[in-house]
């Protein structure tokens, strides 16, 4: 018997997996129960999985599996549309932690480890909040030469790297065209970058819209984004905690954080987290 065939095809055949979608603020996601380990997703099943023709359709998929350090009650595998790995999501640690909550019964605080680093989640009915990995490299104020023109753009990796942009008008951005300029821009390099479109409303609040890498296109929302427009506009427009931030889909997220020792600490997300409907699909 050929056993590097009969691999082959086991690996190829058809798995039914169940699911739940579940979206925060508009950033959908499809999570899966996999506490058992059993289930091993390959790139082009992840994005299968998220097509929103052929498929569930979704931004992410997030799989719940045990952290095998101990070093938080839950672990996850998460994945971009495109099948790439990402490290750290703020809507779907909201969703997760829900996801969570209803699957195992557990309370209404859980830990995750995450990419990133350990997150933590406090439910409050489909309202979730979560703290936030320290914020880093903070970079204000660099000039990015693109085909139309130099920008101005400030940097700050809130578990996954962003790059912030002020604009007058953010309905008028030019979201999927510069977004995408930037986000494979060589001044990012290796990794790239989500950028984010930022327009200050009032005293503390703020309209962003993002494009996102690994979903390479804009989404309703992002929490990694929103918490990165949040505190640069804090240090550069003055804005005070909480602040609101108005997502592409009309829902609003709060960005809370103090500023210590020239230094972002405590910083938190709170925003809804709402599960969407169950089913099952043959990948």
């Known amino acids: 018997m050929d056993f590097a065939k009969l691999e082959g095809l086991l690996a190829w055949a058809a798995?039914?997996?169940?699911?739940?979608?579940?979206?925060?603020?508009?950033?959908?996601?499809v999570l899966i129960d996999n506490r058992s380990g059993q289930l091993h997703l390959r790139p082009e099943q992840v994005s299968r999985l998220c097509d929103r023709h052929r498929g569930i359709g979704a931004d992410g998929v997030l799989m719940v599996r045990p952290d095998p350090s101990g070093q938080a009650d839950w672990a996850w595998d998460f994945f971009n549309s495109d099948g790439s790995r990402a490290e750290m999501c703020g809507n779907g640690a909201r969703c997760f932690a829900r996801f969570v909550q209803r699957l195992t019964g557990a309370g209404p605080q859980i830990s995750i480890l995450t990419g990133a680093g350990v997150v933590r989640t406090w439910c409050?009915?489909?309202r979730v909040t979560v703290t936030l990995t320290p914020p880093k490299?903070?970079?204000?104020?660099?000039?990015?030469?693109?085909?139309?023109?130099?920008?101005?753009?400030?940097?700050?990796?809130?578990?996954?790297?962003?790059?912030?942009?002020?604009?007058?008008e953010a309905e008028a951005a030019l979201v999927p065209t510069v977004g995408?300029?930037?986000?494979?821009?060589?001044?990012?390099?290796?990794?790239?970058?989500?950028?984010?479109?930022?327009?200050v409303l009032g005293p503390n609040a703020i309209r962003v819209r993002t494009y996102e890498r690994g979903v390479e296109a804009e989404t309703l929302a992002c929490g990694t984004g929103v918490t990165a427009s949040a505190l640069v506009a804090a240090r550069l427009h003055g804005l005070e905690p909480p602040v609101q931030v108005r997502v592409q889909s009309g829902d609003v997220l709060e960005v809370?954080?103090?500023?210590?020792?020239?230094?972002?600490?405590?910083?938190?997300?709170?925003?809804?987290?709402?599960?969407?409907?169950?089913?099952?699909?043959?990948?």
């Not at 903070?138 to 002020?166: E, I, K, M, N, Y």
């Open 124 to 126: 409050n009915g489909d």
């Open 256 to 283: 809370n954080f103090r500023w210590v020792n020239d230094t972002f600490t405590d910083v938190t997300l709170t925003g809804p987290a709402e599960f969407v409907f169950e089913g099952k699909i043959e990948i």
């Open 180 to 199: 995408a300029e930037l986000r494979w821009h060589p001044h990012f390099a290796p990794r790239g970058t989500n950028v984010d479109f930022v327009q």
């Open 15 to 29: 798995v039914t997996v169940q699911f739940t979608k579940m979206h925060g603020a508009g950033n959908d996601f």
């Open 137 to 168: 490299d903070l970079r204000l104020d660099q000039t990015v030469r693109l085909a139309s023109g130099p920008v101005r753009v400030h940097c700050v990796d809130t578990g996954v790297p962003h790059a912030v942009l002020f604009v007058p």
